[in-house]
């Protein structure tokens, strides 16, 4: 019901997870759920998969044509001769006996999909590369330096279970009631959380309706994380360590230098101040409404 009301107030979506993303910089498939990175730089084969594995991926296996014409048309625009995939020729015990076949490396299984090119796989080596020009596989030596493309994982991003989703900021948000700035913040931390920053006018309208409609005793002001230890108000702080890169003060804002310490928002208009109004109140005195703020669990989509 809290979701309902808060698309009908505000226009925004709110969810408990997203759409599959892929890390920055990497490219989706067209055909799967994984995503691709493409080399900044040239690598031996071993080193390729090092270098993949600390980006939480492998060296690309490929399944289809669909698959292998992407990378192949990327690469080539990347002005790329050739690129590491993960296949590799490996040693496999049949009866008594071992045999070679080509294999994906690190995830043990046959090529069921394979774009040899014409007399490949050669014995020149046992790794194997891709013509960009035409996507046409060959063996090359392991110890040949190529630039490589890299497989991870898409992931989601899902909150705890009463946790609200914002897909603008990737963060999940949770309203608490009645208490002052100091025992707010501790009562975050504990849930690894902390009070909630605000970085723009967006996440500041969405946390004004977001505490109007989350909690069942109705406070129409709300503490966030914003505070400042200086006894002049001149530098303020969010409690998570994010910058201060947004703060609308209205006009005669803050005030009662050295006192005043912490900030509400007000999310419903009050007879002294309209809605959105923020303003500086002590920290271990006023009681309010609050939310925390906190990163969502990532999932990887399998």
Do not use: H
């Given at each position: 019901m809290l979701l309902y009301y808060l698309i009908l107030l505000t226009g925004f979506t709110f969810v408990e997870a997203k759409s599959g993303i892929c890390p920055p910089g990497s490219v989706k498939s067209t055909t799967s759920n994984v995503c691709y990175i493409?080399?900044?730089?040239?690598?031996?084969?071993?080193?390729?998969?090092?270098?993949?594995?600390?980006?939480?991926?492998?060296?690309?296996?490929?399944?289809?044509?669909?698959?292998?014409?992407?990378?192949a048309t990327i690469a080539e625009g990347k002005n790329w001769?050739?690129?590491?995939?993960?296949?590799?020729?490996t040693s496999v015990e049949i009866n008594d006996g071992k045999i070679?076949?080509?294999a994906w490396d690190k995830?043990?299984?046959?090529?069921?999909?394979?774009?040899w090119g014409r007399n490949e796989p050669s014995n020149k080596g046992e790794c194997a590369a891709v013509?960009?020009?035409?996507?046409?596989?060959?063996?090359?030596?392991?110890?040949?330096?190529?630039?490589?493309?890299?497989?991870?994982?898409?992931?989601?991003?899902?909150?705890?279970?009463?946790?609200?989703?914002f897909s603008v900021t990737n963060f999940c948000y949770k309203v608490y009631y009645l208490s002052n700035w100091n025992n707010a913040e501790s009562s975050c931390v504990a849930l690894g959380a902390h009070l909630v920053s605000i970085h723009s006018k967006e996440e500041d309208l969405f946390v004004q309706e977001f505490a109007r409609c989350g909690v069942t005793n109705?406070?129409?002001?709300?503490?966030?994380?914003?505070?400042?230890?200086?006894?002049?108000?001149?530098?303020?702080?969010?409690?998570?360590?994010?910058?201060?890169?947004?703060?609308?003060?209205?006009?005669?804002?803050?005030?009662?230098?050295?006192?005043?310490?912490?900030?509400?928002?007000?999310?419903?208009?009050v007879p002294k101040f309209p809605a959105g109004y923020w303003n500086n109140i002590q920290c271990d005195t006023q009681?309010?409404?609050?939310?925390?703020?906190?990163?969502p669990n990532e999932i990887e989509i399998k």
């Open positions: 493409f080399s900044s730089g040239i690598a031996e084969f071993s080193e390729a998969q090092f270098n993949c594995e600390q980006q939480n991926g492998i060296l690309a296996d490929i399944d289809s044509d669909f698959s292998n014409t992407q990378l001769d050739s690129y590491w995939i993960g296949a590799t020729l070679k076949i080509w995830l043990k299984k046959f090529l069921e999909y394979k774009n013509t960009a020009a035409d996507g046409l596989w060959f063996a090359e030596n392991c110890s040949a330096k190529k630039n490589y493309v890299c497989l991870v994982s898409m992931k989601i991003s899902v909150c705890d279970d009463e946790w609200t989703y109705d406070d129409p002001e709300t503490i966030i994380g914003l505070y400042t230890t200086t006894n002049d108000n001149t530098i303020w702080n969010w409690s998570d360590g994010t910058p201060t890169d947004y703060v609308p003060w209205p006009t005669g804002e803050p005030n009662n230098p050295g006192v005043e310490k912490c900030v509400l928002v007000v999310t419903d208009t009681k309010r409404n609050y939310v925390c703020k906190k990163q």
